[in-house]
């Protein structure tokens, strides 16, 4: 906002700290630029309205919701989190970042200003072939409808 960037963020989940970032959002007066959605039995539509996804995890062991906004085709930002490295490739499909709030500002700058970088990263995102796959999951669960 202090750069002038025009942003609007979906918090989608809940957690312990909710009460806590609704204060923050009031305080600095961000209610127009951020919606805390609560928990959602289906969070893709919030995905793939975006055009950048954030996962400012301090800590992260597989970043499901990484790899889900991936097959939306998503540029992703993720913090240096073991998620972040095992689901990102740097500036390929996505963008790591140190796990501080500057850091995560500067990247989601970087992505949203680097033109080239963004399309970049969404261009490998679309020709990612899942087919190999679909198909194994396919096979995983027709035996397991067979048990």
């Known amino acids: ?7 609007l963020w979906y ?22 630029e951020i ?3 609560g928990m959602q039995k289906n969070p893709y539509p919030y995905i793939n309205a975006c055009d950048v996804y954030v996962q400012p995890s301090y800590e992260e062991s597989l ?5 889900e906004a991936h097959r939306l085709c998503k540029p ?8 972040g490295f095992k689901t990102i490739e740097n500036e390929v499909n996505g963008v790591l970042c140190e796990i501080n709030a500057q850091a995560i500002a500067d990247t989601i700058g970087k992505l949203i200003t680097d033109k080239e970088l963004f399309e ?3 261009t490998k995102l679309k020709n990612i072939d899942y087919s190999e796959e679909l198909e194994a999951y396919k096979a995983q669960w027709q035996n397991l409808l067979k048990e």
Not at 77 to 82: S, Y
């Open 35 to 37: 919606i805390i959605t």
């Open 11 to 32: 918090f989608v989940g809940d957690g312990p700290e909710r009460t806590n970032i609704e204060k923050l959002i009031e305080k600095y007066n961000l209610q127009e």
């Open 63 to 67: 970043g499901l919701t990484i790899l």
């Open 76 to 83: 992703v930002i993720a913090t240096k989190t073991m998620g």
């Open 120 to 122: 970049n990263i969404k």
């Open 1 to 7: 906002k202090e750069k002038n960037v025009y942003s």
